[in-house]
Structure formats: C-alpha cells, structure tokens
C-alpha cells in the first residue's frame, strides 16, 4: 500500500497580508514527523492545507508519489478525495453518530456498501480494545475512548497518510501521559507516514522521530529530538528545550539515564520511565554541597545563555541538562563556558512517570 | 443556602404569567362542556379544522424547502446586501400582517405587479384560493424557520463538515449526514415555530385570500366571524386551537429548548 516516497509538502501560504505560511517537510513511510509549534504559528493552517480544506498559493503538496495539489501544474485534489486519515483536535466525532457509525463514516462515504463497512470498522474498533462501545455516542465516551474512536475511523480507510493534529490536547494531565504511550503503538502499528502537529515539546520529543520547529509560519528547525533540546536554533526551541526531559529506567528508587544513576523519591515505579527536572530545581557549586541534596556530581558548562535576570546553563556529560540560575549566582561563582562545576538536584525535585508502553 | 427570591421579583413575575393565564381561564370558564362536541363536529367549524392543518401543513412544508436554503445561503456566502436581504426576510415578523396581506394583493392580485401576468398566461387566480391562504401563511411563517435555522448553522462548528470532507465526504454527503442532521434540533423548533405561527395566521390571510367557508376560511378567520353570531361556537374553536397548539409545544418541549 505504501511503497511511496511518504510525504513531501514544500508550500506557501498566505492566510493574509500579515501572515504568511512557508512548509517544507518531509516525511517517509514508517517515520513520524512533528510540527512543534506554539499558538498562531501556523500549524492548523498547515494541516487544513495538506488535508486539502484549503489550497495552496505556491509549491508542492506530494503523497505516496501522487501530487495533491500544485497550483503551478493547476493540481488540486479535493478534501474527499486524498487519502488522508485525520485525527483532529478534540477529535470532532459526529455527536449524533454512534462509535460504530462515526467509524464507519469514511467507509460509507466512499461507497463502501453498508455491511462490508461495518464490518471493517467493527474490526478496528475490537483492535483498538473497544468492544462492546459501538453502540455508545461520543457524548458517552471517555477522553481516552474517543481518541481512540477517532483514531479507528482515521485508519479504517487505510489512508497513505496519518494526520494527528494535537492529538493528546482535549484530555487532562494524567490520561495525557498515560494515552501518549498508547499513542506511540497505534503510530507505530501504521506503516505509512504520521504527520503530528502539537504545541507541546514533550508530545513531539517523545513521538516523533524527526521535529519541525514552526514559528510564524516558518519552519526554523528540523532534527531529532535531541538536535531540537540540545542545539536549539532560536529561542522559543531553546524554551521548549528549557524543560529536562529524559527517559530512562527506574528500580528501587533509582533512576538510570545512560550512564549516569539519579536518586529519586518514587521508591515504588519500576521499568522504563519519563524523567523530569525543571531548570530551576537544579543548583551550581563550585564544591561538592553540603546539606541534603542526593543528587551531586561534576560537569562541563558548554554554554552560558544570558535571559536578563536569569542564565541559562547547558551542562554536559554524563547527562546534558538546562539548569537556569540567578544572574548573582553565576557572578559569584565566575562560571564560564568549559569550566567544570559540583551540580546538585533534590531527589523530591525530580519528576518521575512510567513510560511502559503497555496501557495501564 | 440559596437566598430566597426578592419579593419584588415574584410579584412582577406573577403577575406576568397572570396575564397568559388568566384569559386561558376566562375560555375555559365560558367553555359550554356539554354543547362542545355537537359545537366542533358543525359543518364550519370542520371544514375550517381541515382548511386549517392543510394550508398550515402545506405552508410548513413550504418553508422548509425554500426557508432552509436561504438561511443556508445567508449563514455561509457572503454577498452583498447580505444585512439587507436578512432585514427583508425578517420584515414580516415586525410588520403588521393585514400589511402584509395588502402588499401580497398588489403584487399577486389579478392586477398585481406578478399576478396580472401570471393571470395571463396560465389562469391562475391567488386571492381568495386555498392557495391563497398557503402563500399569505407562508409570507407570515417562513421568517421563523429562516432565522432558527441560520442561527444554528452559524452556531455549528463547521470543522466537523472539514473532518467529513476529509473522510471523503462529498457536498451533498455532508450536508445531508453531518450539516442537517447536527441542526436537527434548531429544524425541528424552526418547523414547530412555522407551523405554530401558520396555524394561527389571520390577518394577512382575510385580507389577501378573503374568508369563504371551505376555500379560505380558517379556524381564526371563523372564530372572527362567530364572535358576531354564535359565542359558543367562537368559544369552542378558541379552545380547539389552545389544544392544538399547546400540545405540539409540549411533544417537541425537549428538542425546542435545546434548540433556543
């Protein structure tokens, strides 16, 4: 089905005088791209263009080999007629459908006869563990069980393309986490491209295999997710980056990042795990610290960031973190770039959360 | 604990909800109970109950077909003289309806601006027809159904006919699987509303259509005329038409206050 080079959109857009969209993106089959970007940036625009809701001004929108829309060719395949499976922001289920139907709608609409597209979408609904829920309307159904409704009436239609637009942000903190590591198989269960659009770093560093930094219509960064948290091209990307997020594996109230062994206060979580640390809880020494701090060790500061009242420091192996102190402290303590230092992080100050891919 | 209403309050909503109570009372207390079925089942009074469901239910129908798509085309192109086209099919909720019976014969009247030709050539003679009364109904009505309905198409997110399209939905799929069926309650209150309003038409239909027993007289236009001759009989219609009415609000009083 997908033997395609992915997808491959290069376009512009001008929404108005003001704003201007420029894309270029690249995604292969198997891979997930992410469109990181905050509030206005563009993003929603960037999906109702490649959706085909709206054209186009200049460039390219190119998928499993076939052009969707090329304004200098006059190419312009319509919404209905591209092969793209959509999961959008609060998902958008028919409220006056039931799950079975809502499923089904994609199906029908391509005139799939009824039974074989109830069939089908019966199908995808038991593989997406919700059987038993075909007869419930969305209005009935949990953030966890909509998302997944929407995501089985995405790929029943077998598109070329999955298209997630903030998919995790209609849900509350603790299902976010918990239905982000789902997420993570259903993209993985997709053999073409996945194109995710999300404001939020951790969404992006953790689901996607290449990041696309938009800001104000432009893309200002493309890489991994540690070219984005390490070397941050701009400052929103290094803002983003600002928050320590690291995954690694936990037992008996330790946590093992590479090398390097953090104490941590969760004394019960056990197996794979998501580490966080705000810049702010971590503190700099020019000797080993005294007092209660479990977490010590040296490192090199590679750079030195200056944010006005505060600095921002990027620390090197053995785990590379944004620390940010006061401008007093870095003067007091002559730190510059290079130099190694004693830094120290409270066990209490480090959060914890399982990162086992196996829905709780 | 909630505080308890201000007095003032409830003597001012009292005495408001007097007023639609008390001549409900005053109908019922001059209703002659035992004369009522000999007074409904008279020649008059049922031709004018079957003039009356069939030109409001043709009238309804009418609406429906010609009110919706242009309250769809109000809610979603953007024309110019939008502001004022809305301003004109609203105009007959505001305008007295005797007004707009006169305005109906002048334009549709055997010299009318569209009825002498339409004479002309096909014979066709509005005033004082069924057909008459179906048109003067709908001149009155239709504004509800078009104001009901462009609201709830504004109201209506329109990303769920995006996700329709990107479902490979064509236009007429969406209109008819998400777009309708999404508006259904504000349909369905704008019907009621029509209906309602039809039903209970008078002024625009003694002017434009006349009041002929069995061609244009209905129920109203026959309590007029037994309020001159036979007070029971005015009595007995007026009830007839409180039943009527009131028992279609409360069958569709779910979808109705969802819809408003």
């Not at chain 1, 090199?300 to 420091?313: A, F, P, S």
């Not at chain 2, 085309?73 to 953007?78: F, I, Q, S, T």
């Not at chain 2, 209970?200 to 109203?220: K, S």
Request: net charge neutral.
């Amino acid at each position: 089905m997908i033997d395609g080079p992915g997808l491959r959109a290069h376009f512009e857009l001008r929404r108005s005088e003001a704003f201007r969209l420029d894309i270029d993106v690249t995604i292969p089959p198997g891979t997930t791209g992410a469109l990181l970007g905050p509030n206005g940036a563009g993003k929603s625009t960037a999906v109702a263009a490649i959706a085909g809701l709206v054209p186009i001004d200049q460039g390219r929108i190119e998928l499993a080999g076939a052009v969707l829309d090329d304004p200098g060719t006059g190419v312009f395949v319509p919404s209905e007629a591209r092969r793209i499976g959509v999961v959008f922001q609060d998902y958008l289920l028919f409220p006056h459908l039931d799950v079975i139907e809502n499923v089904a709608f994609g199906l029908r609409s391509r005139g799939v006869g009824r039974d074989e597209a109830r069939a089908r979408s019966g199908e995808w609904i038991r593989r997406l563990g919700l059987d038993g829920m075909e007869r419930h309307k969305p209005g009935d159904l949990s953030g966890g069980q909509a998302q997944r409704v929407a995501l089985a009436r995405a790929l029943v239609t077998e598109p070329d393309l999955l298209l997630l637009d903030e998919p995790l942000a209609a849900l509350d903190v603790t299902t976010r986490s918990r239905l982000r590591r789902t997420l993570r198989e259903h993209l993985d269960g997709f053999a073409g491209p996945r194109l995710l659009i999300t404001h939020d770093p951790t969404e992006a560093f953790l689901l996607a295999d290449e990041i696309h930094v938009i800001e104000d219509g432009v893309v200002t960064q493309s890489g991994t997710a540690d070219d984005v948290r390490l070397r941050p091209r701009t400052r929103y990307a290094a803002d983003l980056a600002g928050a320590n997020l690291l995954v690694g594996t936990a037992s008996g109230g330790a946590a093992t990042v590479g090398a390097h062994v953090f104490h941590i206060a969760h004394g019960d979580v056990a197996g794979p795990v998501l580490i966080t640390i705000h810049p702010t809880a971590i503190s700099v020494h020019r000797a080993p610290p005294e007092g209660s701090p479990r977490n010590a060790w040296v490192t090199t500061i590679e750079r030195i960031e200056d944010l006005g009242e505060r600095v921002r420091l990027r620390t090197g192996a053995p785990v590379a973190l944004t620390v940010e102190i006061t401008k007093q402290s870095t003067e007091a303590l002559h730190l510059t770039p290079g130099e190694s230092v004693w830094i120290a992080v409270k066990a209490t100050e480090i959060g914890v959360e399982s990162n086992d891919p196996t829905p709780a | 604990m909630p505080g308890r209403p201000p007095v003032v309050l409830i003597v001012l909503g009292c005495l408001g909800l007097a007023l639609f109570v008390v001549p409900l009372a005053g109908l019922v207390a001059r209703t002659p109970w035992s004369r009522l079925p000999d007074l409904l089942t008279g020649d008059v009074v049922a031709d004018a109950l079957r003039l009356s469901l069939i030109t409001s239910l043709a009238s309804t129908v009418i609406a429906l077909v010609l009110g919706v798509p242009l309250a769809w085309l109000l809610a979603r192109v953007d024309f110019p003289g939008r502001a004022v086209v809305r301003a004109v099919v609203t105009l007959p909720l505001v305008l007295p309806p005797v007004v707009g019976g006169a305005a109906l014969l002048f334009a549709l009247g055997r010299r009318g601006l569209v009825g002498e030709p339409l004479n002309r050539l096909t014979g066709l003679l509005l005033p004082f027809s069924t057909w008459g009364v179906i048109i003067a109904a709908t001149f009155v009505a239709m504004p509800f159904m078009v104001i009901t309905v462009e609201g709830a198409l504004r109201n209506l997110d329109r990303r769920y006919e995006g996700a329709a399209a990107s479902l490979g939905a064509g236009r007429w799929t969406v209109l008819r699987r998400v777009t309708l069926p999404m508006i259904g309650p504000s349909l369905a209150a704008g019907l009621a509303l029509t209906w309602a309003r039809a039903f209970g038409e008078f002024g625009a239909t003694i002017t434009f259509a006349g009041n002929l027993q069995g061609r244009t007289q209905t129920l109203p236009l026959a309590v007029f005329v037994a309020l001159e001759s036979d007070r029971e009989t005015a009595v007995a219609i007026s009830l007839l038409m409180v039943a009527v009415s009131l028992a279609v609000l409360i069958a569709l009083r779910d979808r109705w206050w969802r819809a408003l």
